[in-house]
């Protein structure tokens, strides 16, 4: 059962560099989420969408965007790449259906990226 | 803004019991969650509650819930090296398309 595949694993970029990290998942989920783990502060939202073809500011969404143009796919990326930008991507999904049931978040294994 | 606040390590011998202690400041979260996150992973759910529960059992996993305190424990029986990892706790609010709101995680340390 694949899930959420997130890629590159990992990645060194150089600072002024774009970069687009990838992200699909194979169970249909409406709602989809970017998240950046840093040390020290835990996970915050940098995107989300509830559907294909919407998309959201979360808590840190300045310096990166994101599109929707399906129900699987949400990539990241970085338009113009900032040390500060250096962290840990992660990448979930869930299947929000009314307000019934738990809808909780499955996530991807991350992507490590380092900004020079 | 709605925050969860964790205390950041524990530590516990193998065999005891572990109880990872979590606040949060919306009322009306209507569920809240417990994740685990193992080196070099994404996060696992490993259980949830619904807000008008008190209490949930999940073989060693207990989780307690007082509402007027906004306060949420999750209390691992006969803690194990392999439950070594991080764990957040998180809020869900917003309503239908509510997003979650993570603590910033504990790290559980369990010494043999």
């Known amino acids: 059962t694949a899930g959420i595949t997130q890629a590159p694993t990992s990645q060194i970029l150089a600072a002024g560099r774009s970069m687009t990290l990838r992200c699909t998942q194979d169970m249909r989920h409406n709602a989809m989420y970017w998240y950046r783990q840093d040390l020290g502060l835990g996970l915050r939202l940098i995107h989300y969408s509830n559907t294909a073809g919407t998309t959201g500011k979360g808590e840190v969404p300045d310096g990166y965007s994101v599109s929707r143009a399906n129900t699987d796919d949400f990539p990241l990326t970085l338009a113009s790449a900032v040390p500060s930008q250096t962290s840990v991507y992660f990448c979930?999904?869930?299947?929000?259906?009314?307000?019934?049931?738990?809808?909780?978040?499955?996530f991807g294994d991350g992507t490590r990226l380092s900004i020079l | 803004g709605e925050d969860v606040e964790q205390s950041l390590f524990l530590s516990v011998r193998e065999g005891d019991s572990s109880v990872i202690n979590c606040t949060y400041t919306d009322s009306s979260s209507t569920y809240l969650y417990w994740y685990k996150q193992e080196p070099g992973a994404g996060l696992q759910l490993l259980t949830y509650i619904f807000s008008n529960m008190d209490m949930k059992q999940d073989q060693r996993l207990t989780v307690l819930l007082n509402k007027k305190d906004k306060h949420l424990s999750l209390r691992i029986a006969d803690t194990q090296t392999g439950d070594s990892a991080i764990y957040f706790c998180?809020?869900?609010?917003?309503?239908?398309?509510?997003?979650?709101?993570f603590g910033k995680g504990t790290k559980l340390s369990v010494k043999p």
């Open positions: 979930a999904s869930s299947d929000p259906r009314g307000d019934r049931g738990p809808l909780p978040q499955h």
């Open positions: 998180a809020e869900r609010y917003g309503g239908s398309q509510g997003n979650l709101i």
